[in-house]
């Protein structure tokens, strides 16, 4: 943790420190807005992750603006949110191990929780952990449909897991979660419709089979940022899962926009300056590796056009640009982090500005919420 802050609130945004987390707050607000518009009229509820932004204060504004609550990928992350008040929780997860279940079941007696399965021993574990505790979960059947990552397969066995789930009192059968993450990311509409519709079928097909063991499948959950709106139009869907919406990244920026697209902003930023100017095409900044992750691809530089950033240490970011006279040393630059998730992960805080001055400081609460 650093030792001081990059801002306080009533500083000009060219006084923030570097590099710091920068959020766009009118832009912030219009995405968060765009979201819940797109939602009115439909049947369908908003559960944003809240893994993307780990902070109790975007969480809040969410649920004031529709959601029915939010969901986190871990135990510890979801433990952050029930302190802060956040009252519905889903742990898009498989929950594994005695210490963590202790702690689910801790939680459970504070807040509504959802968990997910793709195993009849996690199954087993979940009902003698919930019995031991006097509480009861909210329990999906994790179906892999298409992201060859954890679920079962669609059809037979989703139905035996559900079954399963079903016949355990201390448990409810809370219905499927089904999201496809690598079509958020398939850069043209025709690749992501294809993959939704593919989802979509193997769902429909999940849902009438366990249905038809006389199992009520009330909620079907997932979508992203990059496909909602076919999740949200499928007939099939009634919760989405959406979180990056909230600040975009060059990763989603990369997409091509097809009609009936939703289409959000960039709200999210790493405010960087130039500390060394070692050659005529070269200039070096001061946010590396531990200050915008690369795993989806190098930052890029907002509204800078000619300027690229062409490589990443863990300290130092190396722009590359055709004009001698475009950057002095101590000029700062905004970049687009290649992924939002792992980025706010990387800061205690988000520096909140509003036009050029900074108007809060809001703590990323669940940052390192790795258990």
Excluded at 56 to 66: F, H, K, S, T, V
Excluded at 154 to 161: D, I, K, T
Excluded at 177 to 182: A, E, L, N, R, W
Excluded at 339 to 347: E, G, I, S
Aim: proline share 5%; aromatic share 6%; glycine share 8%.
């Amino acid at each position: 943790m650093s030792p001081w802050k990059a801002a306080q609130p009533g500083d000009w945004l060219d006084d923030i420190d570097t590099p710091a987390l920068v959020l766009d707050l009118d832009a912030f607000e219009r995405n968060l807005q765009r979201m819940a518009d797109s939602l009115k009229g439909s049947q369908v509820r908003l559960r944003p992750h809240a893994k993307c932004h780990k902070t109790p204060e975007i969480a809040i504004r969410q649920i004031a603006l529709g959601a029915v609550g939010i969901c986190c990928q871990k135990v510890s992350e979801a433990a952050v949110f029930v302190a802060a008040g956040i009252e519905d929780v889903l742990v898009t997860n498989q929950v594994v191990g005695a210490t963590k279940l202790r702690h689910l079941m801790e939680l459970a007696r504070r807040a509504r929780i959802g968990v997910l399965v793709d195993h009849p021993l996690q199954v087993q574990a979940l009902k003698a952990a919930a019995q031991a505790h006097g509480v009861t979960l909210d329990v999906y059947v994790e179906v892999d449909v298409g992201a060859r990552r954890c679920g079962v397969a669609p059809g037979a066995e989703a139905v035996q897991l559900a079954l399963l789930v079903a016949a355990s009192p201390q448990l409810r059968f809370a219905g499927l979660q089904c999201y496809h993450g690598p079509a958020q990311h398939l850069r043209t509409p025709g690749e992501r419709a294809l993959a939704i519709g593919a989802a979509v079928q193997q769902v429909r097909l999940t849902r009438d089979a366990i249905e038809a063991c006389g199992i009520a499948v009330v909620r079907i959950t997932g979508a992203g940022t990059g496909t909602f709106w076919h999740e949200r139009d499928s007939g099939v869907y009634n919760e989405l899962q959406a979180g990056s919406y909230a600040f975009m990244d060059q990763d989603y920026g990369n997409n091509q926009h097809g009609d009936g697209d939703v289409v959000f902003e960039h709200a999210l930023f790493v405010r960087t300056t130039v500390m060394s100017r070692p050659t005529a095409d070269r200039a070096v900044v001061d946010a590396g590796l531990k200050a915008s992750s690369v795993d989806s691809g190098l930052p890029t530089v907002w509204q800078r056009p000619g300027l690229c950033y062409a490589k990443a240490a863990d300290e130092h970011g190396v722009i590359m640009t055709p004009d001698a006279a475009a950057l002095a040393l101590g000029d700062t630059l905004m970049l687009v982090p290649g992924h939002c998730d792992p980025t706010v992960n990387l800061y205690d805080e988000l520096v909140c500005v509003r036009g050029d001055r900074v108007e809060a400081l809001w703590p990323i609460a669940a940052r390192g919420a790795l258990l």
